[in-house]
């Protein structure tokens, strides 16, 4: 089998295996028990925190170790709300857009149902939220803007780095960011970024782990309630052998980051053009420098084609892809297709294609030559079932 399915979720790197493996087996203490395991375990997660801070440029009591950015991204979100519910009368307002994740779109939806003012803003045919449209969405009760770095669906790069920016002048709004595609892939700079959220299981570590960055200024009302662990921020026995797999995974990916893009790029290149030249297929990722080149989507553009049925025939040939986020994938439609196309049929017929750095370039040339397989199946179906 061929697995392009590497943004849902990547194996885990060999060296952080070792890790976890490691770690569980050696340093099963709690971190919080006052003995000498224990101590030692604490001591090595508190290592690992530094070393993190010390690659991301931040301060280590600013790295808040959560499950994984779902939680991360509810704790930023619902965090910051409640705190500034709790400080003010002024009903919140928080600045999103149409393609977010679902767990900060669906997080968003629910603060709308508990009275919070949210603004979805829409974004281009490329995928991508201008700013100017951010500042004029910026209201007087503005107290945060979440915008996620690199789409899941398309790759689509948001202009994150410049919000920051727009956001300098207004230290009141808090400005979150969804990292989870784009770390390891592109340049990260959080200067201007008061939260930033990542996942294990996406840079080849371990499901279960991730981390918010909370910079100091930065107040946020917890979501559970129980130990003092991670600044009382998030209460519970420290996942000590994810904590310490994650900033493995995370060095690795740091460390191999331009090395992996050219080989990405060059892949994206060869499946794109040849993709492009099918005329059944209609393109929804925009090339780079625009998208991230582990992504490419695309949709077929007849009628009657779901991206369920496209799914199935790659399937039998051995190729695992998805259409949307495992975490939408019981939705027919793509709600990031509709914000960017508008076009139901295209939204329910396409195809996320997501890369690794150990897909081969014969790996991709036998992808292709199933895609033009499957558009060859589907278009004799169609011609059986028109007559
Ligand atoms: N944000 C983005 C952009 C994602 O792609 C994902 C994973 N599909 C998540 C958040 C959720 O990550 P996790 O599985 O760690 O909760």
Redo the contacts with the bound molecule.
């Keep these: 089998k061929l697995y392009f399915d590497y ?2 979720s990547t194996p885990l790197h060999p060296k952080v295996a070792e890790q976890l493996f490691c770690t569980s087996e050696q340093l099963y203490a709690n971190p919080s028990s006052v003995h000498e395991m224990g101590f030692e375990a604490n001591q090595r997660v508190e290592e690992s925190r530094e070393r993190l801070s010390t690659i991301l440029h931040v301060e280590p009591s600013e790295v808040i170790f959560t499950s ?3 939680e991360s ?1 509810n704790l930023a979100i619902i965090g910051a709300v409640r705190t500034w519910m709790k400080k003010t009368s002024q009903t919140p307002h928080v600045i999103s857009t149409q393609i977010e ?1 679902s ?1 900060v779109f669906n997080c968003c939806k629910q603060l709308v149902g508990e009275g919070v003012e949210i603004t979805f803003l829409p974004v281009d045919h490329n995928g991508i939220v201008s700013i100017a449209s951010i500042e004029k969405a910026i209201q007087v009760n503005t107290m945060l803007v979440s915008v ?1 770095h690199v789409n ?1 669906e398309t790759g689509s790069i948001q202009p994150i780095h410049e919000i920051g920016k727009l956001l300098r002048a207004k230290p009141h709004i808090y400005f979150h960011v ?1 990292g ?2 784009g770390f390891g892939k592109l340049a990260l700079e959080l200067d201007d970024i008061d939260l930033y959220t990542l ?1 294990g ?2 840079i080849g570590g371990p499901k279960g782990i ?1 981390l918010l960055i909370v910079k100091e200024h930065v107040e946020l009302t917890p979501l559970f309630f129980g130990g003092e662990q991670e600044n009382g921020l998030r209460p519970g026995t420290t996942n000590v052998p994810g904590v310490l797999s994650l900033v493995e995974a995370i060095e690795i990916s740091y460390s191999e980051r331009e090395e992996k893009m050219q080989g990405l790029t060059v892949l994206h290149d060869l499946v794109y053009s040849k993709l492009e030249e099918i005329p059944e297929i209609i393109m929804n990722s925009p090339r780079p420098p625009l998208s991230a080149p582990h992504i490419i989507n695309f949709s077929y553009k007849g009628t009657g084609v779901t991206s369920a049925l496209l799914i199935s025939i790659l399937a039998k040939q051995g190729i695992i892809v998805s259409s949307q ?3 939408s994938s019981t939705a027919k439609t793509s709600r990031v297709l509709m914000a960017m196309t508008n076009d139901e049929i295209l939204s329910s017929s396409s195809i996320r294609l997501s890369f690794h750095e150990s897909v081969t370039p014969d790996d991709v040339r036998y992808l292709v030559h199933s895609i033009s397989h499957m558009i060859h199946q589907v278009k004799s179906q169609n011609k059986f079932a028109l007559l």
Excluded: I
Aim: overall charge neutral.
């Design positions: 943004c849902a994984g950015a779902t991204n994740h767990s996620m899941n969804d989870v595609q996942s299981h996406k991730g986020s495992a975490c």
